[in-house]
């Protein structure tokens, strides 16, 4: 991301309280909900330097209109918000492409939209390295990306995998969740 200032916002929602952040060609960030919005403001600000609170230009507006409407249970297609994905790898950026149109309720693995890409399996890493680093999650909805065998995977938001259930589940997928250790009972 490049030196410019970049706006940002804190904004409540169904689900909690989210953060986006905006340079002149597109959203840069977004931060998932969490239960406050001080919470909310530091961990989108970690990932942003020389970020500023700025009042929501129209297209801000319209994204976070969208955010509210997904958290509220409402199909949701956030692929027509303008990203600014600069300084992201060539090859992430053609990952996030392909992310951005897995729809609403429909889910993919890493091995799956490597191979959509013309990758190799081998490349299915690259696509987990590019969902854990996903800038703008929700627009780039990495949390339909899962594991082989359709496992949960990992979930770098705030809640873990936990919250990647939660969001697939507000879309009508249900996946089973992650049985606990067993603790051997022989002594």
């Known amino acids: ?12 929602t169904a689900g909690g309280f989210c953060g986006i952040a905006w340079s002149a060609r597109g959203i840069t960030r977004f931060q998932l909900p969490t239960k ?42 956030f692929s027509s918000v303008d990203l600014d994905l600069e300084g992201q790898d060539a090859f992430f950026r053609g990952i996030y492409a392909a992310a951005r149109k897995i729809p609403w309720g429909h889910t993919t693995t890493y091995g ?29 909805p990495c949390h339909r990306v899962l594991a082989a065998g359709g496992k949960i995977g990992g979930f770098s938001a705030p809640g873990g995998a936990s919250a990647k259930l939660r969001m697939l589940e507000l879309e009508g997928v249900h996946l089973n969740a992650p049985e606990p250790a067993q603790q051997s009972l022989a002594f």
């Open 1 to 12: 991301m490049s030196e410019e200032a970049h706006h940002y916002c804190v904004f409540e």
């Open 36 to 77: 406050r919005a001080a919470m909310t403001e530091g961990l989108l600000l970690r990932r942003l330097s020389n970020g500023q609170p700025h009042a929501r230009p129209p297209r801000v507006q319209e994204a976070i209109a969208a955010v509210r409407r997904y958290f509220g249970g409402i199909e949701t297609d």
């Open 112 to 140: 799956a939209l490597a191979k959509d890409l013309g990758a190799g399996p081998e490349a299915a890493r690259d696509v987990g390295q590019a969902m854990a680093r996903n800038p703008v999650a929700l627009i780039i």
